[in-house]
């Protein structure tokens, strides 16, 4: 860190800021983007960093907990973990450096790249530091990049070819959804690429492409590395797109902004950073206020979140190949262990791999397989399954997988047991299952958020003093980003479920050193038959894949839950069988059989 902070020196300041996120708030960031992580050693997707003139402090939450101890070195860098007691967070970081500064009478200059920041983030340190006596300080330049750029030649990062998506997998041309919307700007790159049927491949695991995109009343504006644009995709857009370079971004917004009469920008304060909003800043001061910024979700986010009925059709078909593979790799997983063969957690992610790339129109993986065995199975985010590290007798393992196929994302988890199970492991693993049922058979009327659900998935784990670290629900988006909102369902999501949108359920519990449990499905919110004319909702599932028998203590189950555990598993048998081949049908009916 001695090059940073010498070039922190040169702009005067005491820290410099270096998020998880890329210029468009990406979490999964490009080899080129991933700064933190060069710097820091650390790859969970979550978790930002602070370098001052002497210290420097990585915060996490509790999913990387674990991860951030095995991979940072503490010598150099203090791990804050968030949400526990003595931990503090950025800001009361910064906030107690800044009281330690006041002694000296002097102010804490705080550096970051503002196209790495969101709006919202940045309007928050503004009214936060405000009077604390902290600076905050935009660079032009991003220095963890110049810092790099000493050791080491980038990768390129906007370099792959763009490909398009026909209505007839997306459900809409993209001058229908145009018609829809009047937007400026769209920095969000999940945003753009369905905004435009266009998919690419610049992020790992998620099918998009480096771009900007402006959407005004009578023109819209697709900036990226014009060089990967086929003359095929230029003419599809020529009638309603202008395709521009990802370097005019600035210039092109200034354009569309500098008109004689009032102009009213939508900025989506989440999804767009604080050097679009300087820039808007900029813009409205230079016109006398001629332009009337206005805050709000941008209404983009929420129509690619409901999806269209043949949108919902696409993620059906991909689920049920994802399904199929998860499937037959826990038949392969079975009968390898009662051969008394020897695995390993890399051996679990190679099997699950190779039969997602068997399905028709596998495209890439969603994530990083994670398969974590014993005591690894409690790393929410364990993304590095070790050919060392063996399945052995009496331990969990824990296979969170997803793929990419062509128009649809899918995401799942199940956790199993090699041998037999410990009377913990069995309460534990049941009471996690039933916190997944009771959310998963829920009905529940309009207007109800995710926060509300998922405090009926922890219900049961509360009174057991329980509980875990990540939201109960993700969002999912149709061969895009596998978590997306803004629907979600976890204590922070104030956001209303509506009929379209796909959702994953995945309530845990992980022990460190003992191990971890995760049941995840994918469902697909539905209208359901109303009684009094108001609307009801409720979950359809994506996912049909079995559940470990070993691990259910049935006497727990209500009449109502074990219906639903019957049912589901009925239907896994259902769809499945007639993709199957007989041996595999008969394994299946036999981890099916209803109680």
Request: net charge negative; glycine share 6%; proline share 5%.
């Given at each position: 860190?001695?090059?940073?902070?010498?070039?922190?020196?040169?702009?005067?300041?005491?820290?410099?800021?270096?998020?998880?996120?890329?210029?468009?708030?990406?979490?999964?960031?490009?080899?080129?983007?991933?700064?933190?992580?060069?710097?820091?050693g650390?790859?969970?997707?979550?978790?930002?960093?602070?370098?001052g003139?002497?210290?420097?402090?990585?915060?996490?939450?509790?999913?990387?907990?674990?991860?951030?101890?095995?991979?940072?070195?503490?010598?150099?860098?203090?791990?804050?973990?968030?949400?526990?007691?003595?931990?503090?967070?950025l800001i009361?970081?910064?906030?107690?450096?800044?009281?330690?500064?006041?002694?000296?009478?002097?102010?804490?200059?705080?550096?970051?790249?503002?196209?790495?920041?969101?709006?919202?983030?940045?309007?928050?340190?503004?009214?936060?530091?405000?009077?604390?006596?902290?600076?905050?300080?935009?660079i032009?330049?991003?220095?963890?990049?110049?810092?790099?750029?000493?050791?080491?030649t980038l990768?390129?990062?906007?370099?792959?070819?763009?490909?398009?998506?026909?209505?007839?997998?997306?459900?809409?041309?993209?001058?229908?959804?145009?018609?829809?919307?009047?937007?400026?700007?769209?920095?969000?790159?999940?945003?753009?690429?369905?905004?435009?049927?266009?998919?690419?491949?610049?992020?790992?695991?998620?099918?998009?492409?480096?771009?900007?995109?402006?959407?005004?009343?009578?023109?819209?504006?697709?900036?990226?590395?014009l060089?990967?644009?086929?003359?095929e995709?230029?003419?599809?857009?020529?009638?309603?797109?202008?395709?521009?370079?990802?370097?005019?971004?600035?210039?092109?917004l200034?354009?569309?902004?500098?008109?004689?009469?009032?102009?009213?920008?939508?900025?989506?304060a989440?999804?767009?950073?604080?050097?679009t909003?300087?820039l808007?800043?900029?813009?409205?001061?230079?016109?006398?206020?001629?332009?009337?910024?206005?805050?709000?979700?941008?209404?983009?986010?929420?129509?690619?979140a409901?999806?269209?009925?043949?949108e919902?059709?696409?993620m059906?078909?991909?689920?049920?190949?994802?399904?199929?593979a998860?499937?037959?790799?826990?038949?392969?997983?079975?009968?390898?262990?009662e051969?008394?063969?020897?695995?390993?957690?890399?051996?679990?992610?190679?099997?699950?791999?190779?039969?997602?790339?068997?399905?028709?129109?596998?495209?890439?993986?969603?994530?990083?397989?994670?398969?974590?065995a014993g005591?690894?199975?409690?790393?929410?985010?364990?993304?590095?399954?070790?050919p060392?590290?063996?399945?052995?007798?009496?331990?969990l393992?824990?296979?969170?997988?997803?793929?990419?196929?062509?128009?649809?994302?899918?995401?799942?988890?199940?956790?199993?047991?090699?041998?037999?199970?410990?009377?913990?492991?069995?309460?534990?693993y049941?009471?996690?299952?039933?916190?997944?049922?009771?959310?998963?058979?829920?009905?529940?009327?309009?207007?109800?958020?995710?926060?509300?659900?998922?405090?009926?998935?922890?219900?049961?784990?509360?009174?057991?003093?329980?509980?875990?670290?990540?939201?109960?629900?993700?969002?999912?988006?149709?061969f895009?980003?596998?978590?997306?909102?803004?629907?979600?369902?976890?204590?922070?999501?104030?956001?209303?479920?509506?009929?379209?949108?796909?959702?994953?359920?995945?309530?845990?519990?992980?022990?460190?050193?003992?191990?971890?449990?995760?049941?995840?499905?994918?469902?697909?919110?539905?209208e359901?038959?109303?009684?009094?004319?108001?609307?009801?909702?409720?979950?359809?599932?994506?996912?049909?894949?079995?559940?470990?028998?070993?691990l259910i203590?049935?006497?727990?189950?209500?009449?109502?839950?074990?219906?639903?555990?019957?049912?589901?598993?009925?239907?896994?048998?259902?769809?499945?069988?007639?993709?199957?081949?007989?041996?595999?049908?008969?394994?299946?009916?036999?981890?099916?059989?209803?109680?």
């Amino acid at each position: 860190m001695a090059t940073l902070r010498a070039l922190m020196a040169n702009y005067d300041l005491d820290c410099y800021f270096i998020p998880a996120v890329d210029e468009h708030l990406n979490l999964s960031v490009p080899a080129a983007k991933q700064r933190r992580a060069w710097i820091s050693g650390f790859t969970g997707s979550a978790g930002d960093l602070l370098v001052g003139k002497n210290s420097a402090w990585l915060f996490v939450d509790s999913r990387y907990y674990e991860q951030a101890e095995l991979q940072v070195d503490a010598g150099l860098i203090q791990i804050s973990k968030l949400g526990l007691e003595g931990n503090l967070s950025l800001i009361e970081t910064l906030e107690k450096l800044a009281t330690e500064s006041a002694q000296k009478l002097t102010k804490i200059r705080f550096g970051f790249d503002p196209f790495t920041v969101a709006t919202e983030q940045y309007q928050n340190w503004v009214k936060k530091f405000a009077t604390v006596g902290i600076e905050l300080v935009p660079i032009p330049e991003n220095l963890a990049d110049k810092v790099r750029q000493t050791a080491e030649t980038l990768p390129a990062i906007d370099e792959s070819p763009i490909f398009s998506l026909p209505a007839s997998l997306t459900g809409e041309t993209c001058d229908e959804k145009l018609v829809r919307v009047d937007v400026l700007p769209i920095t969000n790159l999940n945003q753009i690429a369905w905004l435009f049927n266009l998919r690419g491949s610049d992020i790992p695991h998620i099918p998009i492409f480096i771009s900007y995109a402006i959407v005004t009343a009578g023109a819209a504006f697709l900036l990226t590395n014009l060089e990967r644009v086929s003359p095929e995709i230029e003419q599809e857009l020529a009638a309603a797109v202008t395709l521009l370079p990802y370097s005019d971004y600035p210039s092109t917004l200034e354009l569309c902004l500098n008109l004689p009469k009032q102009v009213r920008v939508l900025l989506d304060a989440k999804h767009s950073t604080a050097g679009t909003y300087q820039l808007l800043l900029n813009q409205q001061k230079a016109s006398e206020n001629k332009i009337e910024i206005v805050f709000q979700l941008n209404p983009v986010e929420g129509m690619k979140a409901r999806k269209n009925p043949v949108e919902i059709e696409q993620m059906k078909s991909a689920n049920f190949k994802a399904s199929r593979a998860k499937t037959l790799t826990l038949k392969w997983l079975s009968e390898q262990l009662e051969n008394g063969n020897v695995l390993t957690e890399f051996d679990v992610k190679e099997s699950i791999e190779s039969f997602y790339q068997q399905e028709a129109d596998f495209h890439i993986l969603t994530f990083r397989t994670i398969a974590g065995a014993g005591a690894n199975s409690s790393i929410v985010h364990y993304g590095t399954p070790s050919p060392e590290i063996t399945l052995k007798p009496g331990e969990l393992l824990l296979l969170d997988s997803g793929a990419q196929y062509l128009a649809g994302t899918t995401d799942d988890t199940r956790t199993m047991i090699v041998g037999e199970p410990t009377a913990q492991q069995i309460e534990h693993y049941t009471t996690v299952l039933i916190a997944h049922i009771n959310c998963a058979m829920q009905q529940f009327p309009k207007g109800t958020t995710g926060s509300q659900l998922d405090a009926i998935a922890r219900a049961v784990l509360w009174q057991q003093q329980l509980d875990y670290g990540h939201g109960t629900g993700h969002g999912v988006g149709a061969f895009l980003a596998g978590h997306e909102g803004p629907n979600g369902i976890s204590k922070f999501v104030q956001y209303p479920l509506e009929p379209g949108m796909v959702t994953s359920i995945e309530p845990g519990y992980y022990e460190p050193g003992w191990g971890g449990i995760r049941l995840e499905n994918l469902y697909v919110v539905r209208e359901m038959p109303s009684k009094n004319g108001t609307a009801w909702y409720g979950f359809e599932p994506l996912t049909y894949i079995p559940f470990e028998q070993k691990l259910i203590n049935v006497d727990r189950l209500s009449t109502t839950q074990l219906q639903w555990l019957n049912n589901y598993h009925a239907s896994v048998v259902e769809k499945l069988s007639p993709v199957l081949d007989a041996a595999t049908i008969t394994w299946l009916k036999k981890a099916c059989t209803a109680y």
